[in-house]
């Protein structure tokens, strides 16, 4: 999972242009290329990620309740985890994908924002948001403070899904609660990158 063409993922890779963002910036960047955002003004782009950013970091706490289940192909799907609702919440944690990001964190030298283990902490600390923006009222709660309204009339303003916002608030919230150095949309991001490079 490096660039030289090797796939050992303890040899470093070398910087890719997005290594220069904060996590604001990841966030942005994973907004803009979503493809109902094409076109979008950037300073909205930045705005809304700002805002999922806040509403993650600011999410009280609470347990994976989901039925946790442990497969291994997950570098072949491009899953490090995954939380499904039916037939019961569930999260699927890929155990190959672990070890990669595990493995790929010693390489670059980045053990001081993820301590070891804090992968699979923060793994599920994301699924458990995916859960309660699936089931209770705090996905009502983001669309209003992202403020995407897709209709008025009157008084009544129908509030819109801003695609991307819930996977960056996931994020943020891990970061908060596993109290990590950066984002694990730095490590997600670092980890797709290599195996972009392993693969070609």
Known sequence: MS?????????PPAAAPWEADDDLGLAVRLLASTP???????????????????????????????RITERADGLERGLLARYTSRPAPAVELY????????????????????????????ALAHEAVHEQLHHGPAKAALKHALGHVVLRAGRFRLHGHVAGAEEIAAHAYARTVCGLGRSPLHLTAALADAVTQREK
């Open 3 to 11: 660039r030289a063409g090797s796939t050992d993922p303890r040899t």
């Open 36 to 66: 109902t955002h094409e076109g979008r003004d950037p300073e909205l782009l930045r705005h809304w990620a700002r805002t999922a950013e806040a509403f993650g970091a600011a999410l009280a706490p609470v347990p994976c309740r989901a």
């Open 95 to 122: 155990t190959d994908t672990l070890a990669a990001a595990e493995a790929l964190i010693d390489a670059r030298g980045w053990r001081h924002w993820y301590p070891r283990g804090s992968v699979r902490e923060a």
